[in-house]
């Protein structure tokens, strides 16, 4: 079994900060390819951020330059700084991870709870 938890979002005002976090727990035997994602009001769920195992990074062009992902390979955590926040950022963030479980060859996609993240004006 592995879980992943979320935490971190909350209420902040346009031009804010806020860190989320995501920690993988359980069966893991290897973290691959981690990603945040997001999905606000009405429309389709849409890709933020990625880090693959060798810390190479993409970012969506709507956060380039305001986002920053980054993990820990010891706590099989990934992180979403988010600085300079703005009202279109408000949405419901999900950490999405590839993970090989022990005893097993096969990668499995693991999704977080979601966590709100709402950016007042």
């Known amino acids: 079994q592995v879980q992943l938890v979320e935490s971190g979002g909350g209420l902040v005002q346009a031009g804010g900060s806020l860190r989320l976090s995501c920690a993988a727990s359980g069966t893991v035997s290897s973290v691959k390819t981690m990603r ?4 606000a009001p009405g429309k389709e769920r849409a890709l933020v ?13 709507s956060v380039q330059g305001r986002f920053t992902i980054s993990r820990d ?12 926040l703005k009202p279109e950022d408000t949405a419901v963030y999900y950490c999405n991870v590839l993970i090989q479980v022990y005893g097993s060859s096969v990668t499995y996609q693991y999704w977080g709870q ?6 007042s004006s």
């Open 36 to 39: 945040w994602y997001r999905q």
């Open 49 to 61: 951020a990625s880090i693959i195992s060798g810390d190479s990074t993409n970012y969506a062009d």
């Open 73 to 84: 390979n010891a706590k099989n955590t990934v992180y979403l700084q988010m600085n300079s």
């Open 114 to 119: 979601g966590t709100q993240v709402t950016v």
